[in-house]
């Protein structure tokens, strides 16, 4: 394996840019932490999770799929080189749970050319990154167990990387990195993940909440509540690593000349389900959060779900960014405790 002083991660990451695009973990001028172009100025290694899971690489908020001009129709398939450095492990689970479902049944091309070029570096999590982090009920974290190119683990003033695919090999044949003996870094990454579980507690409501979903024992009044808090601001789908929910719409600039283009979507949106006819077959805010939270813990198939408990890889966005805090980590509470 090879080993890396974390003095010398900025150096790599410039070198990585030369064949690469690097989105890497940037401080910006308001101090928050997000993921963007590497710059060595705004790098950090001091971040938590971004506001945004990295499947908007792979799945942008607003995409053209095909351009018209003079009546033809040219499709519109885009992919770039990039290097996702230091996602957390519940994201790649959620990347890969995102790729089974647009490549299942039907292979999306605007998705999966972008995935297939695509380098992921993990960056394993010590401990939870705030208080709504739950990854280890869900079989997501603190360390990723299949996907990644690249896996870091953080030993204090250097990182262990662990390699998961020969892109991941090809990518560290140069640059400042040192090379440790297997069965030391073995034993270093076996410390460090005995650790990093036992600081991030197992939440029992969310397996609780999901017997009580599959045997119907449910107390609807729990929809209502919440259905009467809820704003109806898409915000816990845009923030979570698995939805995949879009729209497609056309607009035409001129005669002859126009693109059709997909952004995302959100079923708590009173349209998402709404009919031609103008029937709705969720007509009421706390059907619709049902449903969301349905799909999560409920309906969901085995493959997308990759080895992981359900559709919710546990990375507690949908919590951190509600503005009334319907995540599910207070929805599986409220349905078990009701």
């Not at 262990?160 to 040192?178: A, F, N, V």
């Not at 056309?250 to 949106?269: T, V």
């Not at 805010?285 to 999560?296: F, G, I, N, P």
């Not at 503005?323 to 509470?333: D, N, P, Q």
Request: net charge neutral.
């Amino acid at each position: 394996m090879k080993t890396i002083a974390k003095k010398d991660v900025k150096a790599l990451l410039s070198l990585w840019t030369k064949d690469h695009h690097v989105l890497a973990p940037c401080r910006t001028a308001q101090g928050d932490s997000i993921f963007a172009d590497f710059s060595e100025e705004s790098f950090t290694l001091d971040y938590k999770k971004p506001p945004l899971p990295p499947k908007s690489v792979f799945l942008p908020h607003t995409e053209v799929i095909f351009t018209v001009e003079n009546g033809q129709f040219k499709e519109t398939v885009t992919a770039h080189n990039v290097v996702l450095f230091g996602i957390r492990s519940c994201d790649m689970m959620g990347i890969l749970q995102c790729t089974s479902f647009m490549t299942r049944d039907r292979n999306d091309i605007y998705y999966s050319t972008k995935n297939a070029v695509a380098i992921t570096v993990v960056m394993a999590c010590p401990g939870p990154q705030n208080e709504t982090c739950f990854c280890t009920t869900t079989f997501s974290g603190p360390v990723a167990h299949k996907g990644f190119d690249l896996l870091f683990y953080d030993t204090g003033e250097s990182f262990i990387i662990q390699t998961g695919s020969k892109r991941g090999d090809d990518i560290l044949m140069s640059g400042p990195l040192s090379d440790i003996d297997n069965a030391v870094a073995r034993r270093k990454i076996e410390t460090f993940t005995k650790q990093a579980v036992e600081n991030i507690p197992v939440v029992d409501e969310i397996t609780e909440a999901m017997t009580r979903l599959e045997s119907g024992n449910v107390d609807e009044k729990t929809w209502e509540h919440f259905g009467k808090k809820c704003i109806a601001c898409g915000g816990c789908a845009f923030v979570c690593p698995t939805c995949t929910c879009f729209n497609v719409y056309d607009h035409e600039s001129s005669p002859g000349h126009g693109i059709r283009a997909r952004a995302w979507d959100a079923c708590l949106y009173g349209g998402f389900t709404r009919e031609a006819s103008g029937h709705n077959p969720r007509a009421t805010q706390a059907s619709r959060l049902q449903r969301r939270h349905e799909h999560k813990l409920l309906y969901y198939n085995d493959a997308d779900i990759q080895g992981g408990l359900c559709g919710c890889v546990g990375c507690g966005r949908c919590s951190d960014y509600c503005h009334v805090r319907i995540g599910t980590l207070e929805v599986a509470k409220a349905l078990v405790s009701n």
